[in-house]
């Protein structure tokens, strides 16, 4: 198993620009999560969702957007960068809930300039 | 809401033991989670609380008290390697999908 997995790694922006963050999982989990963490800040939840075709908001959604079109995968969608998007991004799955332990991908460490 | 406090940054000598305390106040709660998360890297699980007490993990334990939104998380045997920070976060009663985690504790073990 890999596990959660993430990619790009690093990605440097434009104020404006559009991208997506990718992860992917292969524990059939059923419960996904969108993180950032800005530097010395605990994990703040962007985005969750239940399973394939359900997402809901988290604490700070704002310059954001998900869907889940299988179990696997939970891209994350940055459409218009700003400098407050500078971060990092981790996503987490978990098996049934939240009171499930999540598992973490490595993060993705996003700049935009 | 939800409001967690935890110590900055705590130091401590290999060997030695070490607790890092979390306060929580939530709006209700299930039950409080321990994550460790070493610099540039993802959070890995360490410990969960839903009852009052002690829940012990060889070099780690973890303790619990509802009624005072409290918990603490016990470091024995300090080695460099737990040298990382350490995210108490909390899953309120009802947000069953959710976390909310507080700043986190960075623990820097010296020789």
């Known amino acids: 198993n890999a596990g959660v997995t993430q990619t790009p790694k690093f990605r440097i922006l434009k104020i404006g620009q559009s991208m997506t963050l990718q992860c992917a999982q292969d524990?059939?989990?059923?419960?996904m999560y969108w993180y950032r963490q800005d530097p010395g800040m605990g994990l703040k939840l962007i985005y969750y969702?239940?399973?394939?075709?359900?997402?809901d908001k988290g604490e700070v959604p704002n310059g954001y957007n998900v869907s889940r079109s299988t179990t696997e995968d939970f891209p994350l969608r940055l459409e218009l960068a700003a400098p407050s998007q500078t971060s990092v991004y981790f996503c987490?799955?978990?098996?049934?809930?939240?009171?499930?332990?999540?598992?973490f991908g490595p993060g993705t460490r996003l700049t935009v300039l | 809401g939800q409001n967690i406090d935890q110590p900055t940054e705590m130091t401590a000598t290999e060997g030695a033991i070490v607790q890092i305390n979390c306060t929580y106040q939530t709006s209700g709660f299930n039950g409080l989670f321990w994550y460790q998360q070493h610099a540039g890297e993802a959070p890995t699980f360490l410990s969960y609380n839903v009852l009052d007490g002690l829940e012990e993990k060889g070099r780690f334990s973890s303790f619990l008290s509802r009624s005072k939104g409290y918990s603490y998380l016990l470091l024995k045997e300090l080695q460099m390697k737990d040298s990382a920070s350490y995210l108490c976060?909390?899953?309120?009663?009802?947000?069953?999908?959710?976390?909310?985690f507080g700043t986190g504790t960075r623990l820097l073990v010296s020789p």
């Open positions: 987490a799955s978990s098996p049934l809930s939240g009171t499930d332990t999540q598992y």
């Open positions: 524990m059939n989990h059923n419960y």
């Open positions: 976060a909390v899953t309120p009663r009802g947000g069953f999908q959710k976390l909310v």
């Open positions: 969702s239940v399973g394939a075709g359900i997402t």
